[in-house]
């Protein structure tokens, strides 16, 4: 059987991940893929989480909104990206737990991808975060 594609910048996963402070990661949680790099045979994912909690700060924290929540199969809560948190995890790995496969997704470790929108004005938010 053919290995599965590796996931791509834009989509949505569930993963471990852990936020600055912490020792460990405490849940899984969905998390959007930002950029990948490719160390064949293992390929660097780096993500960011998608969290019900709202930032005090509202320039590091972009909300998706809800129809996108609903098309990924997310929360109908509110959610946010928080731009300034970011784990590197690698693929092909253990750690991508998804316990439900979300209505249209074709691999059971992707909730789907962001409209091409909201990836660009996720960018623009990190380049004014991170202009010198």
């Known amino acids: 059987m053919a290995a599965p594609p590796a996931p791509k910048p834009g989509e949505i996963i569930y993963t471990?991940?852990?936020f600055s402070g912490e020792r460990q990661s405490k849940q899984n949680r969905p998390c959007l893929i930002l950029k990948t790099r490719e160390n064949?045979?293992?390929i660097?994912?780096?993500?960011?989480?998608?969290?019900?909690?709202?930032s005090n700060d509202p320039n590091i924290a972009v909300e998706i909104p809800a129809g996108t929540r609903q098309n990924l199969g997310l929360s109908r809560r509110r959610c946010w990206l928080?731009?300034?948190?970011?784990n590197e995890v690698f693929?092909?790995?253990d750690k991508f737990l998804d316990l439900q496969v979300a209505p249209g997704t074709t691999h059971p470790w992707t909730r789907g991808s962001l409209p091409n929108a909201l990836m660009?004005?996720?960018q623009d938010r990190l380049a004014a975060l991170y202009r010198p």
Do not use: G, Y
């Open 82 to 86: 928080i731009l300034t948190e970011m």
């Open 120 to 122: 660009l004005q996720i």
């Open 16 to 18: 471990r991940f852990r």
């Open 91 to 93: 693929w092909p790995s």
């Open 40 to 42: 064949m045979p293992i």
């Open 44 to 54: 660097s994912l780096f993500v960011i989480p998608i969290t019900h909690n709202e």
